[in-house]
């Protein structure tokens, strides 16, 4: 468990630190928080409403040793739909770099966790 812990602290660190020279060399402002429209904004409400039912549900079950893999598969999904929706619909035209960024690093950091639970 401790290695599955290791492996993942390092892939999201290497992901921040990406995330962090995208956001350099591109010359993309950071930004904390903004949506790119109401279905955006509407569609995100809805993963947090699901993910916050979805942690409790496993958290209160047998099958809580699958908490971990919850929590970062909602980081991958909510980083992979900002990416899309700030590609589609962004003003910007690299916005959606540092999120797609995230969303591969999470992706990854979700596969290793799947990898030591099963």
């Given at each position: 468990?401790?290695e599955?812990?290791?492996?993942v602290?390092?892939?999201?660190?290497?992901?921040?630190?990406?995330?962090?020279?995208?956001?350099?060399?591109?010359d993309?402002?950071?930004e904390?928080?903004?949506?790119?429209n109401?279905?955006?904004?509407?569609?995100?409400i809805g993963?947090?409403i699901?993910?916050?039912?979805?942690?409790i549900?496993?958290?209160?079950?047998?099958?809580h040793?699958?908490a971990?893999?919850?929590?970062?598969?909602y980081f991958?999904?909510?980083?992979?739909?900002?990416?899309?929706?700030?590609?589609?619909?962004?003003?910007?035209?690299k916005?959606?770099?540092?999120?797609?960024v995230a969303?591969v690093?999470?992706?990854?950091?979700?596969i290793?966790?799947?990898?030591?639970?099963?």
């Amino acid at each position: 468990m401790i290695e599955m812990m290791v492996i993942v602290a390092f892939i999201l660190f290497v992901t921040f630190i990406s995330r962090f020279y995208v956001h350099i060399k591109y010359d993309i402002p950071v930004e904390i928080y903004r949506t790119v429209n109401q279905f955006h904004k509407r569609l995100e409400i809805g993963l947090v409403i699901m993910f916050i039912v979805t942690v409790i549900v496993f958290i209160l079950t047998p099958l809580h040793t699958f908490a971990t893999a919850v929590v970062i598969g909602y980081f991958a999904t909510e980083s992979g739909v900002r990416a899309y929706m700030e590609y589609k619909h962004g003003i910007e035209e690299k916005s959606h770099l540092p999120n797609l960024v995230a969303a591969v690093g999470s992706s990854a950091a979700l596969i290793v966790v799947i990898m030591f639970l099963i």
